[in-house]
């Protein structure tokens, strides 16, 4: 006889609009166990997420919580009444304010108390943090933390508040979402977020861990479901799966694998060299790129490679370099994004958002900006060639919807990046950068993007591109450089790059003696 | 190869679509249907109806707000270019004082005198630009501060004193002659608005001062030389705000130190009001000289009820406070119509 569910989820349905995100989607949540909830962007991951928090109002469906029947739709913040809470990926802190404060900020804003006991306070935070073995300081500013601190401070209050709410509904079976928790995080730092959820778990709580990587759902749930198109394509138990049956219920197919398949001869004369370059993290490196050839650069964090892209581009000051692209020579101390883009280098940096595209205009606005001189004719610019050509663009990257006159925010993630690489890719650049170009993009849109960029490619692009995604650098690249303390360790071509051997070789980059 | 979770252009969507164009559309004249509203309702009101739909008083309401649809039009530049600027009314009455000192006092040839009151303008906006852009300062604080500056150099150069005798030739071309009754001024408030609605729409430069505004690092990042554009926003508010200045010497044939500085708030107000409508989301010349007129119309009507200037006030203050509200909402409804 298994334990009745913490939290029973039965038919929740909820349309906006004309499109269904969550049709028919059912999902119990057992006492003690971490719970994946798995799907590409879309899928109905955060409708579900936010039903839960209060957000929308659901059309149909009932949710029980610990047996007992909850009236829909939730009131906004009713979910630490049940016990809930909720670590969302941007983690919800006040950088400029101290742990102490923001640990405390749900009760400073609901208190009734006048006064406030810092001191107490401070001694109170001090136990809790000892309680769940973290080394934080009550009195350090949020800001100055190191990410992964700030992602176990944003679990340990969200822990708190669940417990605390838990304790008011009479019992100590707590549930706790956490939304992509570890998205920002380094890898060797996931480990001890992930035995902060195990702790967690050990107490009788529950918790939801939303994710887009596969081997940090294998390592940490017992359970996981799988939303694929509003609806739920399947729960299994986790010991019992296979990666590749994750991947087959999230994207519904079987994955057609690129690795190895587009390795063939590059012409032999590099078209790019990069010499003594230092600058951010780097402190000398030379390169070279062929046409026809992607070159990867990976690391572990702190190494510096990701520095590369930036500092290539003049986004970033250098300190000394230079950078030979054909026949021209440019200084990189003196480089800016201007002359960059007029040397033939485009950029598509990390960080779409704030670095690549503008949400509140429309595709055409971002798609046109580095080409704007094309469309001035008899002094002005002409409104309909640009829309005409940008859903041509549109088509030939496969953005769905390929509407130009949308406003880019509006588009998934995946076909956000689409239009970021059509905007670059349209001037033929002879030099394309990119940096996480996958970060945030869902199975499907993943695949499309490294078939554009090797299409690029072929057309006679050299591409450089920076990640620590080791199985996308497997599947993009024909070469592959690990840096470490801001140097070229190692350099790995034709059959050593694999998935494996990138992985291997980042670990044993960090190892004192290597390089 | 099919990709999931992408919104596939279904029947339904097409729908969603279409109602949202169509609310767009409604957000789009809803300030001009507005103005309507207003000149239909003074027109008909009894109280009104005789002093209100006259010739006389719309050609009052159009010449005498061109001083604020070209100061209005001067604030626009630098808030498309993300960056506010609290100094043009002083910089307007900087420049209407140095007119009224230069050809009044010292008997400079008009033309001249014109020349150093844009010059002076130019300067200030390139002082405001230079502790933006070199100190990195929040553009509200830096001109907060030259602008009461500048109030003070005015109040200096004046003595505190109400300066009369401006050229006759400028009032002429100002404000006395006339083109199908209504002054020349509002016509040099419309040609600005056009070339500015031609910068804005139809030149590379006005795309890029769009990204500037919304998307600093987007910006550097496409090639484009943020600090020059912001710049160049700011110097170009500093020049439209002294020939709105040079427009309202015009207007008075004098230069007083300080009531200039009272069209601070018409002017923002009207920029907020005006990105209201016509380009709904978008600081728009267009839209801001509705809103001036809008704005003015519901004064003027008051005022013929009988109300006191107070209802200045009244109208410009509440004007910016639910022009910004509207646009919140505005916004908001975008963001869920997106999903985000």
Known sequence: MPPPPLLSIRGLTKSFGGTRALDNVSLEVLPGEVHGLLGENGSGKSTLIKVLAGFHAPDAGTIEVRGQAVDLPLAPGQFRKLGMDFVHQDLGLIPSLTVLENLRAGEIASSRRPYFS????????????????????????????????????????????????????????????????????????????????????????????????????????????????????????????????????????????????????????????????????????????????????????????????????????????????????????????????????????????????????????????????????????????????????????????????????????????????????????????????????DVGARQRIMGLVREAVAAGTAVICASADYEQLALLCDRVLIVARGRVVRELGGDEVTTERITEQCLRSGEPGAA | MEEIGSPEPTPEWRARLQVWRLSALLGQYGLLAAWAVVVVFFTVFPATSQTFPTMTNFATIFGSQAVIVILTLALLVPLTAGDYDLSVASVLTLAAMIVAVLNAQHHWPIGVAILAALAAGALVGLINGAFILVFRIDSIIVTLGSGTFVGGVVLLISGSNTISGVSQHLVDWVIVKRLLGIPLEFYYGLLLCLVMWYVFELTPLGRRLLFVGRGRSVARLSGINVSRVRLGALVTSGVVSAVAGVAYAGTTGAADPTSGEQLLLPAFAAAFLGATTIVPGRFNPFGSVVAVYFLVTGITGFQLLGAQSYVQSLFYGGALVVAVALSQIARRRQALDTGT
């Not at chain 1, 709410?165 to 549930?175: I, K, P, R, S």
């Not at chain 1, 399947?234 to 190895?260: F, K, M």
């Not at chain 1, 402190?283 to 650069?297: C, H, S, W, Y």
């Not at chain 1, 002005?380 to 880019?408: G, I, N």
């Open chain 1, 118 to 441: 810092w001191k107490r306070e401070r001694a109170r935070a001090e136990e809790t943090f000892a309680r769940y073995g973290l080394d934080l300081d009550p009195t350090a500013r949020v800001g100055d933390l190191p990410a992964v601190s700030r992602a176990m401070l944003a679990i340990v209050r969200a822990v708190e508040g669940m417990r605390q709410g838990a304790a008011e509904a009479h019992t100590d079976q707590g549930l706790l979402f956490l939304d992509e928790p570890t998205a920002f995080l380094p890898r060797d730092h996931v480990d001890r977020l992930f035995a902060l959820v195990r702790q967690v778990v050990a107490s009788n709580a529950s918790v939801v861990f939303v994710s887009h990587d596969l081997g940090e759902v294998m390592a940490i749930t017992d359970r996981v479901t799988v939303l694929r198109n509003g609806q739920r394509a399947g729960s299994v138990v986790t010991r019992q799966t296979s990666r590749d049956q994750l991947v087959h219920l999230i994207i519904g197919q079987h994955l057609q694998t690129l690795e190895g398949a587009h390795r063939r001869p590059t012409e032999a004369r590099p078209a790019v060299r990069v010499r003594g370059l230092r600058g951010g993290l780097l402190r000398g490196i030379d390169l070279a790129v062929r046409r026809n050839e992607v070159l990867g650069v990976t690391g572990l964090l702190g190494a510096g490679f990701e520095d590369l892209p930036y500092l290539l581009f003049g986004a970033r000051k250098a300190a000394a370099g230079m950078l030979e692209l054909g026949d021209d020579t440019l200084e990189l101390p003196s480089l800016t994004p201007s002359r960059a883009i007029a040397a033939g280098i485009g950029l598509i940096p990390a960080d779409r958002q704030r670095d690549g595209s503008v949400g509140s205009l429309s595709v055409t606005d971002n798609l046109t900006l580095p080409v704007l001189r094309r469309y001035f004719q008899r002094l002005t610019l002409s409104w309909s060639r640009m829309v005409d050509d940008s859903r041509r663009l549109l088509h030939a990257f496969d953005v769905r919807p390929p509407d130009p006159t949308l406003v880019y925010a509006a588009l998934s993630g995946g076909n956000q990046q689409k239009v970021m690489l059509a905007k670059w890719l349209q001037t033929r650049p002879r030099l394309l950068l990119l940096h996480e170009p996958t970060q945030g993009v």
